[in-house]
């Protein structure tokens, strides 16, 4: 039987007298295991949720390093770390933040090559990435090992999320139902190009991170299904219906996607 420390006791007194929780839910994040694929603006957030509600093993991919422009929004990050590789300075902050965390950094761009042996071992996974490419690649992955995935977006004053259920392929939309293949480059700008304000990933990543314990605790209704959109500057959310479309070339009745496909940043695709 598992027995709680007194210190974490305290810690977690708060979803421990959550009846949706408690001592048992506790436990389960405690044994749970979830990679959130970038430490930017989506995923500096929903990392510090995940570590702060006692997630036991939290893997964190990204190649990237520090810059000033990351400090407006990705708040995992400090000026004194800029030059220091994201993935490191996430797992400083996580480990001061809560010690019963494991953090594992993957210091590494995801690709065809790593993406399956990155994922194989986690509970759910999250999508805080920037460029459709790598959006697509996760997708896919995630479908190919019935993974779940959490997935959000962020633009200007607006933010998208989703969830992709595929430990039940049958009735979950994939992201491809959306978004069949990547658009057009220069087509949708970047938030290099067009501009972010800062806690719209805050808000988003806290919304991942959530979607996330959900699944791992099997409570509530996820956002499977449903496309939930926020505009910041009318402080509107709604949610869209989001239909597994029976022509989706990887999860409808007649997949022409059946191994992972890599698309360059011109979005031509690499088998």
């Not at 259920?165 to 938030?191: A, I, N, Q």
């Amino acid at each position: 039987m598992f027995q709680f420390t007194e210190e974490q006791i305290k810690r977690y007194a708060r979803h421990i007298i959550l009846p949706e929780v408690g001592g048992k839910g506790q436990e389960k994040l405690l044994k749970s295991k979830v990679l959130v694929i970038g430490a930017g603006g989506l995923g500096s957030p929903a990392l510090f949720y995940l570590a702060a509600a006692g997630v036991g093993t939290i893997g964190i991919v990204d190649y990237d390093v520090v810059d000033f422009s990351n400090l407006q929004r990705q708040i995992l990050h400090t000026t004194e770390r800029v030059g220091v590789p994201k993935v490191e300075s996430a797992r400083k902050t996580l480990e001061l933040l809560n010690p019963d965390v494991k953090v594992i950094t993957y210091n590494q761009m995801v690709n065809k090559e790593n993406i399956m042996d990155l994922i194989k071992d986690y509970d759910v996974v999250l999508d805080g990435t920037d460029n459709f490419p790598t959006r697509f690649l996760i997708n896919d992955a995630c479908y190919f090992a019935g993974k779940p995935l959490v997935s959000a977006a962020m633009l200007r004053f607006e933010g998208q999320c989703s969830v992709f259920d595929f430990r039940d392929k049958e009735s979950s939309p994939c992201y491809r139902c959306l978004f069949p293949e990547p658009p057009p480059p220069g087509m949708v700008p970047s938030c290099q190009e067009a501009g972010i304000l800062g806690s719209i990933g805050g808000i988003m990543g806290c919304i991942q991170a959530t979607e996330a314990i959900k699944i791992l605790l099997g409570i509530g209704e996820p956002l499977v299904g449903k496309l939930l959109i926020m505009d910041a500057l009318s402080m509107d959310f709604r949610k869209v219906k989001l239909r597994k479309d029976p022509g989706c070339p990887l999860c409808g009745e007649n997949p022409t996607i059946k191994e992972l496909i890599e698309y360059d940043h011109t979005c031509e695709a690499r088998f």
